[in-house]
Each structure stands twice: as structure tokens, then as C-alpha cells.
């Protein structure tokens, strides 16, 4: 094992027998050999720990961690502890890579002393065996020319760019540090508040237009089919990210870009989610207080602040409805039902001033009435 890997590879491991031995190879495998791979083995129940043993015992690069079930979070954390390498990147154990991932991310953090460096992703279908884009994951259409970037240049779209998951991004590790940014310990999105976090602070991002990281989607068993377990993760990572942000000073400088983004993660998690009490308690929480703790009740009136007309669209429906039965109530409108953006009703607004009182008090409510007279006025 050498003494200052270049690059740690931290992968957490959950049940993922099917498909580590090919997610190993492919790190193994890589063109740029400087390298060590942290696997940490949270609490498999299948033959998980005995494949990472085994490699490990081939490979002097593979260090194994065992812990107790406790998420992908805490396994990432516990990881960073013991990483030794300038760069982190951050792997899922059903994904696998191109062989010059590694090459050209380093390569590319080099050249430009990068904070970041984000590339592009293919997704493969694990059913039908079809790789395709995902704009999600890198949106060349937003991302700066200038590189390196930062939010100085676009902060007004800063999280829209690129997917707040960590696997298509090479980290310094010395920023991460400087920085105490960590995973959360949630049993979902447990990297949402760590990558906005990064891309909000960091100085330097760049990025490689070329798809070096095969995301494996239609999973069995992967992290978006186990969120009914704790459905209001999500809320749980954008809450801690706007606090963090706000402590920063930098959360005015974003806002734009992070209330879009909380509206995305809302809609999102009320599409994973599979059972009719999940969806309604996200929808409840959501009126009652998501939109108004996350910055989005400040905006509904103006339709030009949301970038996505479809979002825009469930968002006057959740706010103007009572609590949504199903999915049906909320993404499969009828015409009569399909409300026209410029037409906010009455009720609507009278509702979320009451809600937003009931809520949080008359100072609060006073607050927020002002924000958006403010923005009336430009």
C-alpha cells in the first residue's frame, strides 16, 4: 500500500453483491493506479463483506471498514476519517466507471487547482441493459464557459447544474476540511446537504464534458426504492442546508438557485414515494410547513422566479387543494384542474398567510408579507 495515495475512492456497501465485484474491477482497473479504495461495509446481510475481503487481500489498495448498519452517510464520514489522498471521490457500489475516470478528473483538478470537478454521467438501465443521458446529472446547458466557476458567475443557478449526488465529482479533500462539510446521517438523500454544500463555497469548479461514470437506475434495491422508510429525509437535508447556508452568508446570494431546488426535492420525493400514507404525509408537512420554512411560500406569486413550469404548475395545486388523496390528485391534472400560472386565486394567497401565522407567529408572517411586496417592487 502506498504512503500518499493521489486519489480516495470511498465506496459504502449495503447488500450489493450483484454488483460489486464489477464496481470493483472498474476502480481497479483504472488507467490512473495512484489510488486508494476505502470500502465500508455498513452492516451487509448478504455475501457483501466477503467480496471486499477478498479483494482486499488481492489488492493492497482496497482497505475494508465494517460497521453496523448505519447508512451511507455515517460509512462516507467514518471513510473521510481515514482518507489520505488530496482528492476524495464518492462511489456507489452498483455503478460502475470508464477506465480514464480517475486519469482525466485528476488531470483536470490539476490543471486548474479545482475545488471540484464535476464530469458527465451515461445511465444504464439495469433492466433493459440502455445507457442514456440524464440532463439531471450535467446540465451543459447552464454550466459556465469561464473555468474555473463559482457562484460569483452563476449563482442564481448554482444548484441546478449538476445532481446533488457525489459519485460524478472529484473533491480536494483540504477544501472539504477547511470547509467541515460532512454527509448527514439520514437513512435518504444523505448527500444532499454535503454536494450543495461544496458547490455553494467552493472558489474553484470545473467540469469534464465527457460521461466517465455509468449510473445503474432501475434497481431492485437501490436508495430510491427504500425512501418510503423515512419520507421526509429530504426536507430533513434542504432544512440543515439553508441554516448552513444562512451561517455563511451566502444563503441571499443563492437563494434563487436553493428555493428551486427545494421545490424539485419536494416534487421528487412525493413521485418515489409508493404508499398513499407517505404521500400524504408529505403533502400535509409540506403545506403546513415546508414551503414556508424552505423560502418557497415567499415566491409562489411571482411565476418567473421558478425555472421549471411543471413544478410550478403541482406547487399552485398543492397549495390551493386540501390534502391530495394519491399521486393522481397531484401530477395527473384534468384540463379543468390544470391551472393557468398567472392565475393565482385569492385563496390561495389568504391561505398561506394564515398558514404561515398559524405556523410561526405574527413577527415571522410580517417578514415574509414584506419580502414580497420587496420583490413586487423590484
Known amino acids: ?16 453483491e450483484k454488483y460489486l465485484e464489477k464496481c470493483l474491477d472498474s476502480i481497479l482497473q483504472q488507467t490512473f493506479r495512484e489510488i486508494e479504495v476505502i470500502c465500508v ?3 451487509s446481510q448478504d455475501a457483501s463483506k466477503q467480496i471486499l475481503w477478498r479483494y482486499a487481500s488481492q489488492d493492497s489498495r482496497v482497505i475494508v471498514v465494517e460497521q453496523k448498519n448505519m447508512y451511507a452517510g455515517v460509512a462516507r464520514n467514518r471513510a473521510m476519517e481515514l482518507a489520505k489522498g488530496k482528492y476524495l471521490i464518492f462511489l456507489d457500489a452498483d455503478d460502475f466507471f470508464h477506465p480514464d475516470m480517475l486519469r482525466w478528473a485528476y488531470k483536470c483538478s490539476e490543471q486548474y487547482r479545482a475545488d471540484i470537478t464535476i464530469f458527465n454521467v451515461k ?7 440502455i445507457t442514456f443521458n440524464g440532463k439531471w446529472l450535467y446540465n451543459k446547458n447552464l454550466i459556465p464557459q469561464r473555468q474555473p466557476f463559482s457562484i460569483d458567475d452563476i449563482c442564481s443557478q448554482i444548484f441546478q447544474i449538476t445532481t446533488a449526488a ?6 480536494n479533500r483540504e477544501f472539504i476540511q477547511r470547509e467541515k462539510i460532512f454527509f448527514q ?26 460521461s466517465l461514470l455509468y449510473y445503474r437506475v432501475d434497481t431492485k434495491n437501490n436508495l430510491q426504492n427504500t425512501q418510503e422508510k423515512s419520507p421526509l429525509d429530504f426536507y430533513t437535508a434542504c432544512r440543515a442546508l439553508k441554516e448552513s447556508l444562512e451561517q455563511r452568508k451566502v444563503f441571499q446570494v443563492v437563494e434563487r438557485s436553493f428555493v428551486n431546488f427545494a421545490l424539485s426535492c419536494s416534487i421528487n420525493a412525493l ?9 400524504q404525509t408529505i403533502c400535509e408537512r409540506f403545506q403546513q410547513e415546508i ?19 411543471e413544478d410550478y404548475r403541482i406547487l399552485i395545486n ?21 391551472l393557468d400560472k398567472k392565475l393565482l386565486h385569492g385563496l390561495r394567497k389568504w391561505r398561506g398567510f394564515l398558514l404561515c401565522f398559524y405556523n410561526h407567529g405574527l413577527f415571522y408572517t410580517l417578514n415574509e408579507v414584506l419580502k414580497i411586496l420587496k420583490s413586487r417592487l423590484g
Open 318 to 338: 398543492l397549495c390551493n387543494s386540501s390534502i391530495p388523496r394519491n399521486k393522481d390528485s397531484i401530477f395527473n391534472l384534468t384540463e379543468a384542474n390544470n
Open 123 to 129: 445511465c444504464f438501465s439495469d433492466q433493459t441493459k
Open 291 to 309: 414551503a414556508m420554512e424552505l423560502g418557497i411560500y415567499s415566491h409562489i406569486e411571482d411565476y418567473d422566479y421558478f425555472y421549471n413550469d
Open 166 to 171: 457525489p459519485w460524478n465529482k472529484l473533491f
Open 185 to 210: 446521517g439520514t437513512h435518504s438523500t444523505n448527500d444532499v446537504y454535503f454536494v450543495s454544500l461544496a458547490l455553494a463555497l467552493a472558489k474553484r469548479i470545473v467540469t469534464i464534458d465527457r
Open 41 to 43: 461495509d455498513d452492516g
Open 1 to 16: 500500500m502506498m504512503d500518499k495515495p493521489k486519489i480516495s475512492v470511498i465506496i459504502p456497501v449495503y447488500n450489493a
Open 271 to 279: 413521485r418515489r414515494v409508493k404508499s398513499e400514507e407517505s404521500f
